[in-house]
């Protein structure tokens, strides 16, 4: 096996739910914080390698955000969603 800086950064299984609830919570704060902001754009890298090329579902790595849950339309602002 390869030793890349995605297996030594993540060296388990990740709960891609539990990492949507956390990105949704600092979204909430990525407009007045720019340490939430940065950690968003992390989370945005990791779920684009999983989905581009770890081979992960779309789906699974991208939960749908109900509107609802969206904190004032910052992914639309964004990231064009």
């Not at 340490?35 to 790595?61: M, Y």
Request: avoid cysteine; aromatic fraction near 4%.
């Amino acid at each position: 096996m390869m030793t890349t800086l995605a297996n030594l950064l993540v060296p388990g299984p990740i709960d891609w739910a539990a990492l949507a609830r956390q990105k949704r919570w600092l979204l909430g704060h990525a407009q007045t914080s720019e340490e939430a902001a940065g950690l968003v754009h992390l989370l945005d890298a990791i779920q684009d390698a999983a989905a581009d090329r770890g081979g992960i579902p779309e789906a699974i790595v991208f939960p749908t955000l109900d509107e609802s849950e969206e904190p004032d339309g910052y992914l639309r602002r964004h990231h064009g969603q």
